[in-house]
């Protein structure tokens, strides 16, 4: 499996090295198992088209059968990356959208068009807030 999950890895790296829809850029790739790529959400005023968004993408060897792990990342600075206000967005970065869960993910989908349903979910949103963070109510729950 690991085999089909590096030949199907660099081919999706080739394509994205090359163009990307607006607003979609490739930061980094060191290695076919953790990648960086950058969003900026073109047509919401709630995001401005000049903030940035990072996501780190994490594949295991059995990629694209199952999904890539794949979360909002806050950088404090050079540049600064925050991670978006929405509803489906938890303060530490993890995404709930259904084509990242096992339910609904499927090999057809790649790097590019993942980035494309997280640049709409979020081009859709109309609500500059996040939902209350369960996880971490559990987590000091549990201290």
Same mark, same amino acid.
């Given at each position: 499996?690991?085999?089909?999950?590096?030949?199907?890895? &660099?081919? #999706?790296?080739?394509?994205?090295q090359g163009?990307?829809?607006?607003? $979609?850029?490739?930061? /980094?790739?060191?290695?076919?198992? +953790?990648?960086?790529?950058?969003?900026?959400?073109?047509?919401?005023?709630?995001?401005? @088209? /000049?903030?940035?968004?990072?996501?780190?993408?994490?594949?295991?060897?059995?990629?694209?059968? #199952?999904?890539? #792990?794949?979360?909002?990342?806050? $950088?404090?600075?050079?540049?600064?990356?925050? $991670?978006?206000?929405?509803?489906?967005?938890?303060?530490?970065?993890?995404?709930?959208?259904?084509?990242?869960? /096992? &339910?609904?993910?499927? @090999?057809?989908?790649?790097? +590019?068009?993942?980035?494309?349903?997280?640049?709409?979910?979020l081009a859709?949103?109309?609500?500059? +807030?996040? +939902?209350?963070?369960?996880?971490?109510?559990?987590?000091?729950?549990?201290?």
């Amino acid at each position: 499996m690991a085999g089909m999950s590096s030949k199907r890895l &660099q081919k #999706e790296l080739t394509k994205i090295q090359g163009t990307l829809p607006p607003g $979609i850029t490739l930061v /980094s790739a060191p290695d076919l198992r +953790e990648w960086q790529m950058d969003i900026a959400i073109l047509d919401n005023p709630i995001y401005p @088209p /000049s903030d940035h968004y990072r996501l780190r993408f994490q594949f295991s060897q059995s990629y694209p059968i #199952e999904a890539p #792990e794949v979360v909002f990342m806050a $950088i404090p600075s050079n540049p600064e990356r925050k $991670i978006p206000l929405h509803p489906h967005i938890y303060s530490n970065g993890i995404i709930c959208l259904d084509l990242l869960d /096992s &339910q609904g993910w499927s @090999p057809v989908h790649n790097v +590019e068009s993942i980035c494309i349903s997280i640049q709409s979910m979020l081009a859709g949103n109309t609500k500059a +807030e996040r +939902e209350f963070d369960t996880w971490l109510v559990w987590v000091v729950m549990a201290n």
